[in-house]
């Protein structure tokens, strides 16, 4: 499984959480469109550095360049897919008061494309097309990318205060599952100092990344029982959006 693979390199390990490291010092000194395009203010209405995105979702991809070719493309594919697509959203979307599937989707019934409907179809393609490299079923396929899509987005869900995400992925990712805690865990002490956060771009890496690590090591029992519960918190998350916007 993919996880006893990278479980078995700890190689793999320093090179996320080096990647990481020199990719946000690299961004926090370039500055790419000016220190302001890179600014947010977060919860508490302190002034952040979106920085950590990116460099997270580069950090996680060069942790699986060990791995063999299939594994290997479908963990970048959706690592660095998840990321774009957020990294879109972070930038495009900054004001955008509108949250949930429905709202984004019931902007492109209208006409509108918004940059929530471009992410979310874009790590929806991602994910599906991770699911069909890790898995040979179209069945298996198709849940495959469920589980890596839905784990995206929940990582993001629970990203509304410093440290969560990356503490989440830790967690979860504990037993052995793709090891991306060493990306996580290397923006950490400025996630939870309140120096910079992920964004979306750094959240919905992670959790594509862990979304990669549970399809690839379940079988279809497992990847059903896991598509049912992220579709079901997806659910229950944009009727709570919903709730609180009306």
């Known amino acids: 499984m ?22 946000t010092a690299a961004l926090r000194f370039l500055a790419p469109g000016g220190a302001e395009r890179w600014t947010r203010k977060n ?65 492109l019934r209208n006409g509108e494309i918004t940059s929530g409907a471009v992410k979310l179809f874009g790590i929806s393609a991602a994910g599906l097309a991770a699911g069909a490299l890790l ?22 869900l629970v990203d509304v205060r410093p440290g969560q995400a990356g503490a989440a992925v830790l967690a979860l990712g504990a037993p052995g599952l793709l090891r991306k805690g060493p990306a996580a865990a290397a923006v950490l002490p400025d996630d939870l100092g309140e120096r910079t956060m992920l964004g979306d771009a750094g959240a919905h890496a992670l959790g594509a990344a862990l979304g990669t690590a ?33």
Do not use: M, Q, W
């Not at 690839?216 to 029982?225: D, E, F, H, I, W």
């Open 2 to 23: 993919i996880e006893r693979k990278l479980g078995s390199r700890p190689g793999a390990a320093a090179v996320a959480a080096a990647a990481t490291r020199a990719g």
């Open 43 to 107: 919860y508490a209405g302190r002034s952040v550095d979106l920085y950590a995105g990116p460099a997270v979702a580069l950090g996680a991809a060069a942790g699986v360049a060990a791995l063999p070719a299939r594994p290997r493309a479908a963990a970048a594919l959706a690592v660095l897919g998840a990321g774009a697509c957020g990294g879109y959203d972070d930038v495009a979307g900054a004001g955008d008061p509108r949250r949930g599937f429905r709202a984004h989707l019931g902007a």
């Open 135 to 156: 898995k040979e079923r179209p069945v298996d396929k198709a849940l495959a990318g469920v589980v890596v899509a839905g784990t995206a987005h929940l990582v993001n």
């Open 214 to 246: 549970i399809a690839a090591g379940n079988g279809r029992a497992g990847l059903a029982a896991h598509a049912a519960a992220l579709v079901a918190v997806a659910a229950y998350a944009d009727g709570a959006d919903k709730r609180v916007g009306s």
